[in-house]
């Protein structure tokens, strides 16, 4: 069984910085697909970014670009999301997701066409 573990999370003012961190207890998570989404109070469960095992371009979502990057780095079986300057909007709980098969690209942004989750870290901006 694939367990995900994010950690990273805080509380940060507006302007800061934040790299969350998704740890594979997997030896192939350079097969896996992995994204990450966020989850605000109240509100639906939002894709941010994906990033496939075959390489290329990573999938940003339009409110995250240019402000959130993701990387991976295979021999640690970690994938990071760096977040620079954050706003209170950020505010929520963030989790990343596993899927080993194939995807396309379209259907990234779909929270249950990963076969693993982890628990989430919360990240809490203050303006």
């Known amino acids: 069984q694939v367990q995900l573990v994010e950690s990273g999370g805080g509380l940060v003012q507006a302007g800061a910085s934040l790299r969350l961190s998704c740890a594979a207890n997997?030896?192939?998570?350079?097969?896996?697909?992995m994204a990450w989404f966020r989850q605000a109070p109240g509100k639906e469960r939002e894709f941010l970014v994906g990033?496939?095992?075959?390489?290329?371009?990573?999938n940003y979502a339009d409110s995250v670009k240019g402000r959130f990057t993701i990387s991976r780095d295979n021999a640690k079986n970690t994938v990071y999301l760096q977040m620079n300057t954050l706003k209170p909007e950020d505010t929520a709980v963030y989790y990343c997701?596993?899927?080993?098969?194939?995807?396309?690209?379209?259907?990234?942004?779909?929270?249950?066409?990963?076969?693993?989750r982890g628990q989430g870290t919360q990240v809490t901006v203050s303006s």
């Open positions: 990033i496939r095992t075959g390489g290329g371009n990573p």
């Open positions: 997701a596993a899927r080993r098969s194939r995807i396309v690209l379209s259907a990234m942004r779909r929270w249950e066409v990963y076969d693993y």
């Open positions: 997997e030896r192939s998570f350079s097969m896996d697909n």
